[in-house]
């Protein structure tokens, strides 16, 4: 008996997996697209904050270099603000130099020679002559008292001038006096290409120009 033909078996359809879409290639259906990165239209004014914002955006090299340059030319100006005691740049000077009232205080120190600012010199030159001249000690004392109560009584004049003045445009200030009469000695008794904010106010500048900020 012959025997029969073996009938052929019907292919196994392959299951989909669970979620398997029919066309290739096609777009999440809420994909959001990204925007390009760009430089910072204010660039970071510390390594710390460099870092951060590094980190926080992927920029081409040609946005990096950029950005490094803009921020190379931010901290240069800064910096000029700074050494120039431009107000506009106040929020960049020291804490102790910040405010209205410490820019009126530096104008009226740099506007007035003091005897203050002739002080280191005086103190090396009587040491000096105090070494040279020893049998002349008594007179360079004298010569020291003189100086102190010279300095003493500058320093007087000067901070009554920096209380008429301060009190008189900012009556409602919160600066306390022997904190701004401090800062003026503190100031006058530097040499006059010390200080820093750099001085801005000449030897002939009158009282309405102390203070004052030019835009």
């Not at 904190?179 to 002939?204: D, E, H, N, T, V």
């Amino acid at each position: 008996m012959a025997k029969k033909s073996a009938e052929p078996t019907p292919a196994v359809e392959e299951s989909k997996p669970v979620g398997a879409t029919d066309k290739k290639g096609k777009a999440t259906p809420k994909q959001v697209k990204q925007a390009k990165a760009r430089p910072p239209a204010n660039p970071p004014l510390t390594a710390k904050e460099a870092r951060q914002q590094s980190k926080s955006s992927k920029l081409s090299p040609e946005q990096k270099k950029q950005a490094k340059e803009d921020l190379r030319r931010e901290r240069a100006r800064i910096a000029e603000g700074q050494w120039k005691g431009d107000p506009l740049f106040d929020k960049y000077h020291l804490p102790r130099d910040r405010g209205p009232e410490r820019l009126l205080v530096r104008d009226i120190v740099d506007s007035r020679r003091t005897v203050a600012q002739y002080f280191f010199v005086f103190t090396m030159a009587l040491l000096l002559a105090t070494n040279v001249f020893p049998n002349a000690v008594g007179v360079l004392m004298l010569g020291w008292v003189v100086m102190m109560a010279g300095f003493a009584l500058d320093s007087y004049f000067l901070c009554r001038k920096v209380r008429r003045l301060v009190w008189k445009r900012f009556p409602n200030t919160k600066q306390r006096k022997g904190g701004l009469y401090w800062y003026a000695i503190q100031r006058a008794i530097m040499f006059r290409s010390m200080r820093a904010p750099k001085p801005r106010m000449s030897y002939k500048a009158t009282e309405d120009d102390l203070g004052q900020v030019v835009r």
